[in-house]
């Protein structure tokens, strides 16, 4: 059987290859039909049924339509995105975050972001080849770029999204003709029938594309999502061509794929963690495509091996080589200090050229008497900081604010003492040991570090952190017992890379930052409580940062550089952890995903009053909710498709190929849509709009597939003549409609003027359909 | 040994009677009985259970957000067949009960629930197709497990949840076992249906334990579709009623209940929307007992706002104006405040006046508000009218202020005309009414919308809630709705007696009903969105730690000796859980790879048991301990148990499995059986060794505790003396 099969797939793939190669011509077609003249349909001009004329020239001219059909995409895909490229000559939305971050690459300075670099390093490059120099601001949207060179960024994020309907196109292409292949080696009749309509149906499910108003607003600006989605469905176009590749195991195409997959995969997890969705596609798929070889008795285990080592090196070890090689780039090309130092710990900061840690020196072991700078391990934290102002009445007792501070000041600054202040007099200073009682004086101010029964000003739970006593004099409360994390008694404590606790002696609890902003009469600083949960996390942890004390000798911070492994952990856990810090604030509303696929409210990209030039993005909502529709569709065929097969009725050969099709093409696409949009139901983390649009290119081929089995499925309702003219009028119908609501809603994305929607002379008035859109 | 009584003629009883299985759930009953009302102090969570019970025997209505009402009702049931009144304070952990509280029925029901755990779990392994020995097994691992008997002896849940998970799960299995062709399985599978909508009214955590069961059950319908031999509708249509509408509709019932004992007001109120209070006796019914209905020109109203965050208040104004420079420098209107209120007070008074007629009096006939009337709003007290104008509001600049007119003089005029927008005209009416209609005020001159901003004023406002006005596009949003509460019809013209008038409580009687289903639905909405601000605890601990058991939970110190209880695991039973985890899926694995590779290593019978058992233990693990993972609420260690039964389930079946089909030799299976006992002896000393810890006697001295502190993360206490 599996000999059988791979024959047929034999020619199969000689006829995929002769599409796209146009070189040879599958020789095997032995069991023609006769009757070829009712096989194909009427109503393409360019392939009118010609009776008996043999299939040669029925496939030239299928094939023929097939590059006319592509290049027809290509034609219409490029010039719906780059028409108006330049428009509005103003900063957009997000482009501010994005283009800043691009020019940062330019000038070489060091930022954070949540994302990883990849996407914007493409930005900074796109820009610097097209000649924009890096001085333009981007400080908020709105602001002109008057001479400044912006339309090369604008330009390639718009490139990289107007592959995706060609990669959408050929990705639907691949999989239903590989489901429908071994009908076309079964029967020409079928295949006439299949070829002759399949290519109007893709070009409907690029319409899709082609026309979705979000989908051409979304890749008109500098912004990472046309680059994300470009790398997804570029991984899903080289996954799908790799399973193709299936009965030519480790020949060149075979290898080809299989890294493209990988690199592709890489790009995508590159510029935005949500990259990490398609990998588990591709994973998935990987696994049952290995499962699926284990159960192949024919193959040796040592094949077996061979194709998971493959895959191992492939589609893991190639990515993450790709994967680790852009941080390296990323941390190379960013050496100058700039905004994002303050996330990172002491040691990352120490390799900023700019930074006050670089190339710094200093005692390398904390000392008595010395002078000192206490950072927070938690991301944000801020340093130990206090100030001349006091609690206010009401919060606790009326004594001097302490706080965690996020900027290097004068205020941070803290002297550490022995308990009983008579301060040794020897020549080189005592050092300070895990377990010791120590006092921290605030230099400025001359209060010592002092915690009481009182609560804290928002963590309730928690004690208050204040400032009391008067030139180092306190009392009992004013006792610190020191503890180096995972350190025993007597151990020394490392500058920067010790991480620190501070007990409180009388009360038992720990120097602890909650994270939460004081209101304004603590300048909306940080809060620091102790806590009286002792659990080691990071709130609780403090590094000694800056150290001075010039009794001891000064050691060169350069042997704390950290290792390219460690900066590399480090950038993502800040990223991570910067990600998840992303929290929506109360009173904004923020959208839900049971928003998105409903279309129930867009993203206003510039522009609100009726003088602004304006760009909303908002998917075309007929094509929206027809996705819907034709998921619920999908569902129910598939269903149905299922029930029947399980049940054991006799289905003939064509609806058998077609329920295949729906199941396994369908359903890889289904995974895909899945995987990129319940994962955000779980996330805590701020959502917006544009987080569906992965998802959304999955749905949109899901209908391409699931409208175009329904149309085929046209003679369950009526007899032949008249179910290929059903077949045929609905795919008219369809076409007509993606393109009357896309030139109905194309003032969306090209930017409109003029009143607003709900105004008679408005260029949208009366598309109003929803009371939640915004134009 | 089935227990099986069957009745002849002439009268002869023949009984069957698993003897084991007897003495198992004696031993049970003994283990979780025992002494039940010692100690005769609040237990750790009881002190949380505690106050939803007492509002039970007070018929108080309240809103828990932990879980749906049946766990609480099961243990206001124990306490009401003890003769409980609810008279009792829950303020802390370790305080005494009075001699007046039936300590022993509060904690029977989970006691009981308990100790029955143990003999499901021996039907349970015989209904996997495991023999008496493996059933035996996992009975003495449920009944020798310390932490299961410290959660069964106290008010509290676990215990109650896995009782209906796991009968869920045995009659389920009996239900499939059973022959085709009889009916009376099908009671088998509504019971299950039933302990299902039970396990799910406990605690959510069910749900998850829920879908597991519909996925096995699907699962087995699915494979029914391509039996002929059936009536396959039929068959799906009974298994679709019993183990889904059924459970729904008990789902639904436990809140019927819930609401029809609790008829009275109470501190909860305020979440909830004003036509629900209203149903409540005392509290607001009182006060709104009589209202009018229809809101009309020359009403005086209370108006509340529709958000419950921050808290529940009323639209309210006072004599105090803004301040004309704020602490950041920009300037106000310097008119008098508006605020919101979140408490009763005279000068949460309105009065709805119709802009083109001067008098504040309700005609005869009444002439009702409707939906889109604009009309101007005159505050009871000081007689300013409600206003909003182009000034900055003081906390959200990007608002608009909202302000009791006053005419300085300086070129600012009124703009104080409001229309009325009724957003559920559709449900209620067109007309405006008293608490049914929620209703927006959009200010005429400017379009913007009368809003809560839900930030507090400073000092000069009070700290009083800021109310704003803002243009909006956005649809739906609750801080933008006020319902009115408290109306009456005004009669008097004459401001002195109008403030009388306001000062006087309301009047006059009618009676208002609202749906039960409406009421559920808020009800559940409510309790699935209540947010209480995360708590930190001392012993809460993350899902990877209870694994290892890396935590424990002190429930209990005697006030004046070292007497404690904690909520530690057998740590031996624990282990093997965990080992048995792990096999399992190794074996798994080899199994299924070299099945994939045509050798089958067991006949297709033992596969598909050895499969069964891994959908229903480490399924049934998986989907009780992965979703905590992913939670970011604060947990404890008595979160992992339901998981941790479904563990003690599967470790004797898998040395079953072993001992039947790995184990060839007759040596090997001794030494097997050697090690069984051995580790079934460790258990068992293992517990005696950590009762102390979990009855709390006897009272143990310090180098005592010091030796059961197994693991350096353990917590517990010492007392100085």
């Known amino acids: 059987m599996a000999k059988g099969e791979s024959i047929t797939q034999w020619n199969k793939s000689g006829d995929t290859s002769t599409l796209r190669n146009r070189k040879s011509f599958p020789t095997s077609a032995p069991n023609t039909p006769v009757s070829k003249g009712q096989s194909c349909p009427t109503g393409n001009d360019a392939q009118s049924s010609n009776g008996t004329s043999a299939q040669f020239s029925s496939r030239l001219s299928d094939r023929h339509m097939c590059t006319v059909l592509l290049v027809l995409v290509v034609g219409l895909s490029f010039s719906t995105r780059l028409y108006k490229i330049t428009e509005p000559p103003h900063v957009c939305w997000d482009e501010t975050h994005f283009g800043k971050m691009g020019s940062y690459y330019i000038n070489r300075t060091f930022f954070f972001d949540v994302h990883p670099p990849l996407g914007k390093m493409l930005i900074g490059l796109a820009g610097y080849m097209t000649g924009y120099d890096g001085t333009f601001p981007f400080m908020k949207p709105g602001d002109k770029y008057e001479h400044h060179n912006y339309w090369g ?109 990988g690199v592709n995969l890489a790009g995508a997890l590159g510029v935005k963690f949500v990259g990490l969705f398609v990998i588990l596609l591709v994973g998935l798929n990987t696994v049952w495509d290995l499962w699926r070889l284990l159960g192949d008795l024919s193959l040796s285990l040592v094949d077996i091996a061979k194709h998971f080592l493959a895959r191992v090196v492939g589609l893991i070890l190639f990515p993450l080589f790709f994967y680790v090689t852009v941080f390296a780039i990323h941390f190379v090309v960013l050496n100058k200090s700039g905004p994002g130092d303050g996330f990172f710990s002491s040691a990352f900061q120490s390799r900023l050229i700019g930074n006050n840690l670089h190339n710094a020196s200093m005692p390398e072991y904390l000392a008595y008497g010395s002078t000192i700078t206490v950072k927070n391990l938690r991301i944000a934290g801020g340093y130990l900081h206090s100030h001349w102002h006091l609690y206010p009445e009401g919060v606790g007792a009326r004594q001097q604010q302490v706080t965690a501070y996020l900027h290097k000041d004068y205020n941070n600054l803290w002297l550490v003492h022995r308990q009983n202040s008579n301060e040794s007099q020897s020549p080189t200073p005592d050092l300070v040991r895990h377990g010791d009682i120590i006092r921290l004086e605030h230099k400025e101010t001359t209060r010592n570090l002092h ?58 609890c720990v120097l602890y930052s909650s994270g939460k902003t004081l209101p304004k009469w603590g300048w909306e600083q940080v809060e620091v409580t102790c806590s009286p949960y002792l659990k080691e996390t990071p709130s609780s942890q403090w590094n000694i940062e800056d150290h001075i004390n010039p009794k001891l000798p000064n050691i060169s911070l350069s042997v704390l550089k950290p290792h390219f492994l460690e900066i590399l952990l480090e950038s993502h856990i800040v990223m991570i952890r910067g990600n998840s810090g992303l929290k929506p604030k109360d009173n904004e509303m923020n959208s839900k995903p049971w928003h998105w696929p409903i279309n129930y409210q867009g993203l206003r990209f510039s522009g609100v009053n009726e003088t602004e030039y304006r760009v909303y993005l908002l998917g075309n909502p007929v094509l929206w909710w027809m996705n819907l529709a034709s998921l619920g569709l999908y569902l129910i065929m598939v269903a149905v498709a299922s029930v029947a097969l399980q049940r054991g009725f006799s289905l003939s050969q064509k609806r058998k190929e077609h329920s295949h099709v729906l199941m396994r093409g369908g359903g890889l696409l289904l995974l895909g849509w899945l995987l990129h949009y319940a994962p955000f139901y779980t996330m805590g983390r701020v959502l917006y709009y544009h987080h569906y649009f992965p998802a959304m290119l999955f749905s949109s081929m899901l209908t391409g597939i699931t409208l175009d089995i329904l149309l085929k499925s046209a003679d369950l309702l009526l007899r032949p003549p008249y179910s290929d003219w059903l077949q045929r009028a609905g795919q008219l119908v369809l076409l007509f409609t993606v393109l009357h609501s896309f030139y109905l809603f194309h003032p969306l994305s090209y930017g409109m003027t003029g009143p607003l929607a709900h105004e008679p002379g408005s260029s949208m008035a009366g598309l109003k359909w929803m009371d939640s859109w915004e134009f | 040994r089935k227990t099986a009584v069957m009745l002849q003629l002439p009268l002869v009883v023949t009984a069957q009677v698993d003897l084991v299985l007897v003495l198992v759930s004696l ?79 509060l904690r029977l029901l989970p006691a009981l629930c308990g100790s029955l755990c143990v003999p499901l779990v021996y039907l349970l392994t015989l209904e996997l197709n495991f023999s008496h020995l493996a059933a035996l097994g996992a009975a003495l691992l449920l009944l020798l497990e310390n932490s299961l008997i410290v959660q069964s002896r106290f008010m509290l849940l676990e215990s109650v949840l896995i009782f209906f998970v796991l009968l869920a799960f045995l009659s389920y299995l009996r239900f499939h ?3 085709n062709s009889s009916w009376s399985r099908f009671s088998w599978l509504l019971l299950s249906g039933a302990s299902c909508a039970a396990a799910v009214g406990v605690k959510y955590m069910g749900v998850f334990s829920y879908l597991l069961l519909l996925g096995v059950a699907s699962l087995h319908t699915w494979n029914l579709i391509g039996d002929h031999t059936l009536n396959v509708c039929v068959q799906c249509v009974c298994r679709f009623m019993c183990l889904v509408v059924v459970p729904v509709l008990l789902y639904v019932f436990w809140f019927y209940i819930h609401l029809g004992l609790l008829s009275h007001s109470g501190p909860h109120d305020q979440l909830m929307s004003s036509a629900f209070q209203a149903s409540l006796q005392g509290g607001l019914s009182r006060i709104t007992q009589g209202q009018p209905l229809e809101v009309a020109y020359g009403s005086q109203v209370t108006l509340r ?10 639209l309210h104004s006072h004599r105090a104006n803004y301040p004309v420079r704020y602490e950041n420098g920009r300037g106000s209107s310097h008119q008098q405040q508006v605020t919101c209120y979140p408490f009763k007070d005279v000068n949460n008074w309105w009065i709805i006046k119709d802009p083109g007629k001067q008098k504040l009096v309700v005609g005869s006939p009444p002439q009702p508000v409707r939906h889109g009337d604009v009309i101007q709003l005159v505050h009871g007290m000081t007689s300013r009218f409600l206003n909003s104008h182009d000034v900055a509001a003081p906390m959200s600049p990007h608002a608009q202020e909202v302000s009791g007119y006053i005419d300085f003089n300086v070129s600012m005029a009124a703009q104080n005309l409001w229309r009325v927008h009724i957003s559920n005209r559709e449900a209620e009416s067109d007309v405006w009414k008293t608490i049914l209609s ?91 969105t209540v947010k209480q601000e995360d708590s930190e605890h001392k012993y809460s601990s993350s899902p990877l730690e209870w694994i290892t ?40 694995a080899v199994y299924l790879v070299r099945r994939r590779r045509g050798i089958k290593d067991l006949p297709d019978a033992v596969w598909c048991r050895f499969s069964c058992l891994g959908c229903v233990c480490v399924g049934g693990w998986v989907v009780n301990f992965v979703p905590f993972l992913l939670m970011e609420k604060t947990l404890f260690l008595y979160h992992y148990l339901p998981a941790l039964c479904y563990l003690y389930v599967l470790s004797p079946a898998l040395l079953e499995h072993a001992h039947t089909h790995l184990l060839s030799s007759a040596i090997q299976r001794q030494a097997l059986g050697v090690c069984v006992s051995a580790v079934l002896l460790t258990v068992f000393l293992s517990y005696r060794n950590f009762c102390p810890l979990t009855y709390g006697s006897p009272e143990l001295s310090a180098n005592q505790l010091q030796g059961l502190r197994w693991r350096e993360t353990w917590d517990i206490l010492y007392r100085h003396r």
């Not at chain 1, 176009?237 to 290898?255: C, E, H, T």
């Open chain 1, 153 to 261: 960024m604008r330009g390639f994020c718009a490139v990289l999204g107007s592959l995706l309907p060609i990669f959408a196109y050929l990705i639907v292409l691949e999989l239903s003709r590989s489901e429908t292949a071994a009908l076309i080696a079964a029967s020409l009749l079928i295949f006439g029938l299949a070829a002759c309509s399949r290519p109007v149906e893709h070009k409907a499910v690029i319409n899709v594309l082609l026309t979705d108003t979000g989908c051409i607003t979304i890749s008109q600006y500098i912004l990472l999502d046309p680059i994300l989605m470009f790398f997804i469905m570029a991984a899903v176009l080289s996954m799908v061509k790799f399973n193709q590749q299936v009965y030519r195991p480790f020949s060149a195409s075979w290898w080809l794929w299989l890294v493209l997959t």
């Open chain 1, 451 to 508: 915690s009481h029964l009182h609560e804290a000003p928002l963590t309730k739970k928690h004690f208050q952190v204040t400032g009391y006593g008067n030139n180092g004099t306190g009392d009992a409360n004013d006792l610190w017992q020191v503890e180096v994390c995972g350190g025993q008694k007597g151990d020394l404590v490392k500058v920067l890379r010790s991480k620190v606790r501070f007990l409180h002696r009388a009360t038992g």
């Open chain 2, 27 to 105: 031993l049970a009953f003994w283990t979780r009985l025992s002494r039940l009302s010692y100690p005769n102090a609040v237990v750790f969570d009881e002190v949380y259970y505690g106050q939803f019970v007492s509002l039970y025997m007070k018929r108080v209505f309240f809103i828990d957000d932990s879980g749906p009402p049946l766990g609480h009702m099961i243990l206001a049931f124990g306490a009401y067949l003890g003769g409980f009144d609810g008279n009792f304070l829950w303020n802390r952990i370790g305080a005494d009960y009075p001699s007046s509280v039936s300590v022993w029925s």
């Open chain 2, 177 to 179: 076992n059973a022959p």
């Open chain 2, 305 to 314: 706002s529709s958000a419950s965050q921050p808290i529940p208040c009323w």
């Open chain 2, 438 to 528: 929620e209703v927006r005020l959009v200010h005429v001159n400017t379009s913007a919308v009368l809003k809560l901003s839900g930030v507090s004023l400073p000092d000069w406002g009070f700290r009083q809630l800021e109310v704003v006005a803002e243009k909006l596009f956005k649809g739906h949003s609750s801080v933008l709705g006020w319902t009115v509460e408290e109306h009456r019809y005004g009669t008097s013209q004459e401001q002195k007696e109008r403030e009388a008038e306001l000062h006087s409580p309301t009047h006059i009687d009618i009676d208002r009903k609202m749906s039960f289903w409406a009421k559920f639905l808020e009800l559940q909405w409510k309790m699935l």
């Open chain 2, 549 to 588: 058991m890396e935590t424990n939970i002190a429930y209990w110190l005697h006030s004046s000796t070292n007497a404690q209880i904690h909520l530690i695991g057998n740590p031996v039973s624990w282990g093997v859980a965990n080992l048995s985890l792990l096999a399992y899926q190794l074996l798994a």
